[in-house]
Antibody, heavy 122, light 104 residues
Framework: QVTLKESGPVLVKPTETLTLTCTVS??????????VSWIRQPPGKALEWLAH???????SYNTSLNSRLTISKDTSKSQVVLAVTNMDPLDTATYYCARCYDSGDRRYFDVWGRGALVTVSS | SYELAQPPSVSVSPGQTASITCSGDRLGDLYVYWYQKKPGQSPLLVIQ???KRPSGIPERFSGSKSGNIATLTISGTQAMDEADYFCQVWDTTAVFGGGTKLTV
């Protein structure tokens, strides 16, 4: 059974850096054809894709947030980490990690974590 | 950056057919995916590669695409289908539409 679980702080202060960890099970982060993305949803708003890490460790970022995001993985720990710098109240959202099925022209999110609500407030 | 447009809301009576559209430049060249999102739950993939239903998704969910417009159709809509629906493509990066709130 494939599962993903997000962990991290529930509250961060403005200007701080948010670090979230996604722990996966049921598949390997080195499996060709599989990757992991981070996606968020602010309250009452749309899903917003943030970043992706491919099985070969290549990374891709939302161009609107590129300078603030860093994604990495530790395959031995089955973990994907997202860092978001300079947090703002507008970054308050539920943050999801999701497995991405990747076959080149077909990339979609077939398994999602339960999400982690992060609030930015002083 | 690439953008996908969806109607903010669609309303349907129980048992009727609901149609939700997703439009974007060059959508004809991309595979479209649809997700159902209910409050307090994680998104659920309901349509992959324009028109394929993943295992476990009811037959009343279907997808199609014509030119630069993709459509999610729910036939015989049930109360349990009330949710937000998002389309998604992967252009150079993943992109989600703005979402459509389906009211049954």
């Amino acid at each position: 059974q494939v599962t993903l679980k997000e962990s991290g702080p529930v509250l961060v202060k403005p200007t701080e850096t948010l670090t979230l960890t996604c722990t996966v099970s049921g598949f390997s982060l080195s499996n060709a054809g599989m990757g992991v993305s981070w996606i968020r949803q602010p309250p009452g708003k749309a899903l917003e894709w943030l970043a992706h890490i491919f099985s070969n460790d290549e990374k891709s970022y939302n161009t609107s947030l590129n300078s603030r995001l860093t994604i990495s993985k530790d395959t031995s720990k089955s973990q994907v980490v997202l860092a978001v710098t300079n947090m703002d109240p507008l970054d308050t959202a539920t943050y999801y990690c999701a497995r991405c099925y990747d076959s080149g022209d077909r990339r979609y999110f077939d398994v999602w974590g339960r999400g982690a609500l992060v609030t930015v407030s002083s | 950056s690439y953008e996908l447009a969806q109607p903010p809301s669609v309303s349907v009576s129980p048992g009727q057919t609901a149609s939700i559209t997703c439009s974007g430049d060059r959508l004809g060249d991309l595979y479209v995916y649809w997700y159902q999102k209910k409050p307090g739950q994680s998104p659920l993939l309901v349509i992959q590669q324009n028109s394929k239903r993943p295992s476990g998704i009811p037959e009343r969910f279907s997808g199609s695409k014509s030119g630069n417009i993709a459509t999610l159709t729910i036939s015989g809509t049930q109360a349990m289908d009330e949710a937000d629906y998002f389309c998604q493509v992967w252009d150079t990066t993943a992109v989600f539409g703005g979402g459509t709130k389906l009211t049954v």
